[in-house]
């Protein structure tokens, strides 16, 4: 891969991704100022189900598609690199589930995004050698989950593989299936991305904004929700 292809790959990834995360934060926002009776947002499945999910897609193959990239950069260090990235989000994900046990109980987030992509780091270095298996394997997932997330269980120690317990409420759930699905995906169709972003240039003002919030998106949502408790607590609003 030309280093042309790989800088113009990522400006155009970090581009849309950075639109993505602003999507993100604005939705998060609405359903944590929903949950403190703040504003009332639409009870519809659009608003509800199809927004959040169609966001999170974009997110997650995003992140397939870079892991194809990393990879065919560096094989021989893509283990490690992807083990210690693993522990760092795992570490991250911890702290977000003390915070929101802490402040939003009812609704304290267990398995989410970080989460999500804290064990998917574990996993990538495995299916990413096998790239055409991988188009059949997120098909799988993807199925399996759309199955499943129509069901309830009595039991909750697999709730993170997709087995909703009864009466489960979570700001933020993002179970192995179907989501492992949406990042092999990305990875199967990595090598065409990359290849079709070669020439896409993003030079303006405008657009470097989108690149920083895509390049840093990460440290984006991390902050983004405790910067909102803590702008209402200082604003005076009691939420507690």
């Known amino acids: 891969m030309s280093k042309n292809l790989e800088q113009d790959r990522i400006q155009a990834i970090d581009f849309v991704r950075g639109i993505d995360i602003i999507f993100m934060v604005l939705f998060n926002y ?5 949950y403190f009776n703040l504003i009332r947002i639409p009870s519809s499945s659009l608003y509800r189900y199809i927004l959040p999910v169609s966001i999170a897609s974009i997110f997650i193959f995003i992140s397939g598609v870079t892991s194809y ?24 994900a911890i702290l977000i589930t003390l915070f ?27 299916f990413i050698k096998y790239n055409k298996l ?16 129509q069901q309830t269980f009595g039991f909750s120690y697999f709730f993170w593989l997709g087995f909703i317990p009864e009466n489960f409420s979570t700001f933020d759930y993002f179970p192995m299936i179907p989501w492992m699905g949406v990042i092999l995906l990305g990875i199967y169709y990595g090598k065409y991305i990359a290849e079709k972003t070669q020439k896409i240039k993003f030079n303006s003002n405008f657009s470097n ?5 895509g390049k840093h998106s990460l440290t984006v949502y991390l902050i983004h929700q405790p ?12 939420l507690f």
Do not use: C, M, W
């Open 100 to 126: 929101t046990y802490v402040f939003v109980p009812r609704n304290a987030i267990f398995f989410g995004i970080l989460h999500f992509f804290a064990v998917t780091s574990f996993l990538i270095p495995v």
């Open 209 to 213: 904004i989108f690149k920083f919030l």
């Open 134 to 149: 991988n188009l059949i394997a997120g098909l799988l997932f993807i199925l399996s989950g759309v199955y499943l997330q």
């Open 69 to 92: 990239i990393s990879y065919q950069k560096q094989k021989e260090k893509v283990t490690r690199k992807y083990l210690i990235r693993g522990i760092k989000l795992l570490f991250y």
């Open 30 to 34: 609405s359903i944590t100022l929903d």
């Open 227 to 238: 910067l909102l408790i803590l702008f209402l607590i200082v604003f005076g609003f009691k």
